[in-house]
Structures are given as C-alpha cells and as structure tokens.
C-alpha cells in the first residue's frame, strides 16, 4: 500500500525534532533548501521530492525507505530512539 502524504509528513516532523531542531528554518539551513520549499513537505501538503528527500539522507543518514514508506531498520540508533521516545 502507498504511503501517503500524511504519513511521509508525520515522519518528516519526527524525523527533524530527533535530531535536534526545534525549527524548520534552523533545518532547512542544514540540508541547503529555503523554507518555503521545505514546508509543504511537513504539513503535507506535496510528497517530498527525491532531491530534498536525498539532501536530508547525505547530511544526516536518514534512509530513504524510511522517509518514503516507514521502514526504520536502517535508521541511525540515536535517531531511533528519539523517535521512539517523542512517540511514547
């Protein structure tokens, strides 16, 4: 079953937050892409592009799989566990 944009955005914020940023602006400027670009991807409002998704994944090792479909077996252990935890 597709993933749906919902979804993908949901693990996006989580995603963000277990790293350590409490704010797009302050991610964004990590991963090189302007805010205004970034944000629809988090409120789920348009699938994240490849590039950005790709962006995310060389700067901090976040798979693919797990942006796209939610498979968090090659999550990062410390990104893991703060996902876990921010779900508890």
Not at 36 to 58: C, Q, S, W
């Amino acid at each position: 079953m597709a993933e749906t944009v919902k979804n993908i955005a949901r693990r996006l914020v989580e995603t963000r937050e277990a790293l350590g940023f409490s704010s797009q602006a302050e991610f964004c400027k990590e991963i090189g892409v302007e805010k205004n670009v970034y944000n629809p991807f988090e409120k789920g409002k348009r699938r994240i592009t490849l590039d950005v998704a790709m962006r995310i994944k060389a700067r901090f090792n976040i798979p693919l799989d797990w942006i796209y479909v939610g498979d968090a077996s090659a999550l990062p252990a410390q990104v893991y566990r703060r996902i876990g935890s921010l779900a508890a």
